[in-house]
């Protein structure tokens, strides 16, 4: 029988202000206003109220109860929640502190770091991230998840390097082979867990789909699947916000969640955490992942975020202010890889995704972008104190922002 090991992301990014306009007399201090939209206190509301609240309150149950499962939640959420929701973070707080949950290393800022040449700033990250989980929950995560399962061989490089026992990614076919992601593996000596991507998007993407052959799915019959797997470890991660959020609570995703411990234990399935997969099996083989894999879009790659010239133009404009970043608060904000997936042209059934989480259409996401990253530029170069040097250093100017 195997076990399951199940896990959330939890995350909101600050959008970007659509309606920015470069304005020199906007004070230092009141930048990130001008740059970041008052959307966002809007949306995190709402999400708070639909997800955060009741699921949070619903998996404190069932921790109580012997549930397992673990939490990655960004530092750009936390700050949010401290300005917007305290009641939310305290409940954040209960969970991230109960025996039966683990919680998750990932960058602070939910960013595109990683895919830097310099992995320095990814590696910045990551410890910032640490170090507020440790500040604001009282635990250091040992096992690490990057940006929406981001991950080649350099990033599981970085992260043995830096001490972590363990890293999460998707279980993409053209990696695995004939082989199962229902196991342990190893990428450059550090254990790495799979994401089963059948079972997870079962719930996170065709739980209220009616015209699936399955639907409605059920927490037993969920259950079933489960049990019925071959392997050693079946491993289930999701956006947090598929519980109420993406999937409204009349789709029944509630009644799902409640059910599913139950269900599970039922049929003698036991939810563990992710430390106790890396402690408790042997790997059974080794991944070699050249080019970045993720857990996005039918290609599971990096086309998400840098998928067409647009993506990559912005992807280049960021890692190049790097030398600009007098301010590296907002120069961070400004990596967040939502901003990067605004900005995407697909289509199908990937498109409709990418345009049900943005606020504005992927041209407007990429000129909004770049006049807000031409406008860092130009008044941080005014900062420095070599003005000339730094003249010749630049890489964009406000009027090549638009082209």
Same mark, same amino acid.
Not at 106 to 118: L, M
């Given at each position: 029988?195997?076990?399951?090991?199940?896990?959330?992301?939890?995350?909101?990014?600050?959008?970007?202000?659509?309606?920015?306009?470069?304005?020199?007399?906007?004070?230092?201090?009141?930048?990130?206003?001008?740059?970041?939209? #008052?959307?966002?206190?809007?949306? $995190?509301?709402?999400?708070?109220?639909?997800?955060?609240?009741?699921?949070?309150? %619903?998996?404190?149950?069932?921790?109580?109860?012997?549930?397992?499962?673990?939490?990655?939640?960004?530092?750009?959420?936390?700050?949010?929640?401290?300005?917007?929701?305290?009641?939310?973070?305290?409940?954040? +707080?209960?969970?991230?502190?109960?025996?039966?949950?683990?919680?998750? /290393?990932?960058?602070?800022?939910?960013?595109?770091?990683?895919?830097?040449?310099?992995?320095?700033?990814?590696?910045?990250?990551?410890?910032?991230?640490?170090?507020?989980?440790?500040?604001?929950?009282?635990?250091?995560?040992?096992?690490?998840?990057?940006?929406?399962?981001?991950?080649?061989?350099?990033?599981?490089?970085?992260?043995?390097d830096m001490g972590f026992a363990g890293i999460f990614t998707e279980g993409v076919d053209r990696?695995?082979?004939?082989?199962?992601?229902?196991?342990?593996?190893?990428?450059?000596?550090?254990?790495?867990?799979?994401?089963?991507?059948?079972?997870?998007?079962?719930?996170?993407?065709?739980?209220?789909?009616?015209?699936?052959?399955?639907?409605?799915?059920?927490?037993?019959?969920?259950?079933?699947?489960?049990?019925?797997?071959?392997?050693?470890?079946?491993?289930?991660?999701?956006?947090?916000?598929?519980? /109420?959020?993406?999937?409204?609570?009349?789709?029944?995703?509630?009644?799902?969640?409640?059910? $599913?411990?139950?269900?599970?234990?039922?049929?003698?399935?036991?939810?563990?955490?992710?430390?106790?997969? *890396?402690?408790?099996?042997?790997?059974? /083989?080794?991944?070699? *992942?050249?080019?970045?894999?993720?857990?996005?879009? %039918?290609?599971?790659?990096?086309?998400?975020?840098?998928?067409?010239?647009?993506?990559?133009?912005?992807?280049?404009?960021?890692?190049?202010?790097?030398?600009?970043?007098?301010?590296?608060?907002?120069?961070?904000? @400004?990596?967040? #890889?939502?901003?990067?997936?605004?900005?995407?042209?697909?289509? /199908?059934?990937?498109?409709?995704?990418?345009? =049900?989480?943005?606020?504005?259409?992927?041209?407007?996401?990429?000129?909004?972008?770049?006049?807000?990253?031409? +406008? =860092?530029?130009?008044?941080?170069?005014?900062?420095?104190?070599?003005?000339?040097?730094?003249?010749?250093?630049?890489? @964009? #100017?406000?009027?090549?922002?638009?082209?």
């Amino acid at each position: 029988m195997p076990h399951i090991c199940i896990g959330f992301e939890v995350h909101q990014p600050y959008r970007l202000n659509r309606t920015f306009s470069p304005d020199p007399k906007v004070k230092k201090k009141d930048l990130f206003d001008h740059y970041f939209d #008052s959307l966002n206190k809007e949306i $995190l509301l709402r999400v708070v109220e639909k997800c955060y609240d009741p699921a949070t309150k %619903l998996i404190l149950e069932k921790l109580d109860e012997g549930f397992a499962c673990s939490f990655s939640i960004s530092g750009i959420l936390i700050e949010q929640l401290e300005k917007w929701s305290r009641d939310t973070l305290s409940l954040f +707080d209960e969970v991230a502190r109960h025996k039966n949950t683990e919680m998750i /290393g990932q960058t602070y800022y939910h960013s595109i770091a990683s895919c830097f040449a310099d992995k320095s700033e990814f590696r910045d990250q990551v410890t910032l991230h640490s170090d507020l989980m440790h500040d604001r929950f009282g635990v250091r995560p040992t096992i690490f998840e990057n940006t929406e399962f981001t991950f080649n061989n350099e990033v599981a490089a970085t992260i043995r390097d830096m001490g972590f026992a363990g890293i999460f990614t998707e279980g993409v076919d053209r990696i695995l082979g004939w082989r199962s992601p229902d196991y342990l593996y190893t990428c450059r000596d550090i254990p790495v867990i799979l994401r089963n991507t059948k079972l997870s998007d079962d719930i996170a993407f065709r739980f209220a789909n009616r015209s699936w052959d399955r639907y409605p799915l059920t927490a037993d019959t969920y259950a079933h699947w489960v049990a019925s797997s071959s392997g050693d470890i079946i491993t289930v991660f999701l956006d947090y916000e598929t519980f /109420g959020e993406h999937f409204w609570r009349e789709t029944g995703i509630f009644d799902f969640l409640r059910a $599913l411990p139950d269900e599970l234990r039922k049929r003698d399935v036991e939810t563990i955490l992710p430390s106790q997969v *890396v402690s408790g099996y042997s790997p059974v /083989g080794d991944i070699d *992942v050249h080019e970045t894999i993720s857990w996005a879009d %039918l290609e599971k790659d990096s086309s998400a975020w840098m998928g067409n010239d647009r993506q990559r133009t912005a992807f280049q404009a960021v890692q190049s202010a790097r030398a600009y970043a007098v301010n590296k608060p907002l120069w961070r904000y @400004l990596q967040t #890889s939502d901003h990067f997936y605004y900005m995407a042209s697909k289509y /199908g059934t990937c498109g409709e995704v990418h345009s =049900y989480f943005s606020h504005h259409e992927a041209q407007d996401a990429f000129l909004t972008y770049m006049s807000v990253i031409a +406008d =860092y530029e130009s008044r941080t170069i005014r900062m420095m104190k070599n003005r000339k040097s730094a003249k010749i250093l630049r890489t @964009l #100017s406000p009027e090549q922002a638009f082209h």
